[in-house]
Structure formats: structure tokens, C-alpha cells
T-cell receptor, first 110, second 117 residues
Framework: SQQGEEDPQALSIQEGENATMNCSYK?????LQWYRQNSGRGLVHLIL?????REKHSGRLRVTLDTSKKSSSLLITASRAADTASYFC??????????FGTGTRLLVSP | GAVVSQHPSWVICKSGTSVKIECRSL??????MFWYRQFPKQSLMLMAT?????????EQGVEKDKFLINHASLTLSTLTVTSAHPEDSSFYIC?????????????FGPGTRLTVL
């Protein structure tokens, strides 16, 4: 299967702590995107990193990409209760469509 | 900007009936839309790529006669689940790419929860 793998599957932290989740994939990619999904809702695009980029920042989000290891990480700094959601990586292999990872469920407790 | 809507947000139907789900890009044109299904606590699985004015491209294992896709305009794609059965119960999500922007970002609808009794 081309599906990406994410770890951890679930992560529980306190407000103010940092959350790190990882994504691994098997094929060559054009770019990798991270999305957030609140329970029972659609996906919200967070950040896109291209295959020739190594790191990207957006507010409290930091994404890294290591194409030699076929892996990416998403770091959320100073987490808030509102960050509680599932996070998915989606990678683009050049045919427009996205293949998603298995997801990480993040719970941030006040 | 870049808002995608889905209708209905949820639907309950009897086994054997057909259900149509609409996906609309509200403030941009989308020559390409995508349909996914998601089971509880699982990831999104791509079902098909919907291309305006042409036939949809289905992923391996997805029955094209069961999941009919029509992309008749640059802002609307529909997914019809024909002769629905309980195993078709799932969360169906569409996404769209902005045709006028050179970006690979997909904008997702809020999803439709289908329950087949």
C-alpha cells in the first residue's frame, strides 16, 4: 500500500507543551501537506512543504522534510486545548491526488 | 476564500436506495475534485478523481457503477451511491483544487455522514 504511516497514533499532552508527530512514506513525492481534522468534520490545510525544502514555519507550526529518509515531522509549539484534533500528512506523488497517512490523534488537556 | 461545501451534511437511508452527495467550490473554480471515504478513527481513502467535463478516474477496488461521479460544471461534483447497503455507511469527504492557482493545496468540504439502515 502507498499509504503513509504516522506515529504516534495518539498523543496526550498538557497545554503549553510541544507536540511532535511524524509521517513516513514510501514513494518519491512532489510535496507533503499537513492537515487537521476536528471530530466529524472536514480537513483544514495547515502547511505545504515541497520536496526541495527542508523546513517550513507557520505561526506555532514547524514542519521538516527529509526526503532521504522519506519522512516528515510536524511540531506544534505551546499547544492549546483548541489544538485537540487528528492530524494527517498527505503526500503528492505528481498525479494531483493526495495519499494520506494513518493520522495522529492529539489531545491537549487544559 | 477557498471554501468547499457539501450537501447534505448527513443522510440516513434504507438499504437499496440511492443517495446523492453534492460538493461545491463556492469561491473558486475547480476542474479537479476528489472524493474520499473515511471510516471511524481511520484515515481518508481516495475513491476517485473527478474531472470537469470528462469521466472520473477511480482508484483500484472502487466500483464505478456503484459510486457514480458527475462533474458537470467547474464548481460542482456529485457522488451518487447507488443501491446503498449498510457496508456503504461511512463519512464521505470531497476536496477541490483551485484551477486558477498553481498550488497543490486541496480544499476540503465538511463531509457527509451516510448511514444505511
Amino acid at each position: 500500500s502507498q499509504q503513509g504511516e504516522e506515529d504516534p497514533q495518539a498523543l496526550s499532552i498538557q497545554e503549553g507543551e510541544n507536540a511532535t508527530m511524524n509521517c513516513s512514506y514510501k514513494t518519491s513525492i512532489n510535496n507533503l501537506q499537513w492537515y487537521r481534522q476536528n471530530s466529524g468534520r472536514g480537513l483544514v490545510h495547515l502547511i505545504l512543504i515541497r520536496s526541495n525544502e527542508r523546513e517550513k514555519h507557520s505561526g506555532r507550526l514547524r514542519v521538516t522534510l527529509d526526503t532521504s529518509k522519506k519522512s516528515s515531522s510536524l511540531l506544534i509549539t505551546a499547544s492549546r486545548a483548541a489544538d485537540t484534533a487528528s492530524y494527517f500528512c498527505g503526500f503528492n506523488t505528481g498525479f494531483q491526488k493526495l495519499v494520506f497517512g494513518t493520522g495522529t490523534r492529539l489531545l491537549v488537556s487544559p | 476564500g477557498a471554501v468547499v461545501s457539501q450537501h447534505p451534511s448527513w443522510v440516513i437511508c434504507k438499504s437499496g436506495t440511492s443517495v446523492k452527495i453534492e460538493c461545491r467550490s463556492l469561491d473558486f473554480q475547480a476542474t479537479t475534485m476528489f472524493w474520499y471515504r473515511q471510516f471511524p478513527k481511520q484515515s481518508l481513502m481516495l475513491m476517485a478523481t473527478s474531472n470537469e467535463g470528462s469521466k472520473a478516474t477511480y482508484e483500484q477496488g472502487v466500483e464505478k457503477d456503484k459510486f457514480l461521479i458527475n462533474h458537470a460544471s467547474l464548481t460542482l461534483s456529485t457522488l451518487t451511491v447507488t443501491s446503498a447497503h449498510p457496508e456503504d455507511s461511512s463519512f464521505y469527504i470531497c476536496s477541490a483544487r483551485d484551477s486558477e492557482r498553481s498550488t497543490d493545496t486541496q480544499y476540503f468540504g465538511p463531509g457527509t455522514r451516510l448511514t444505511v439502515l
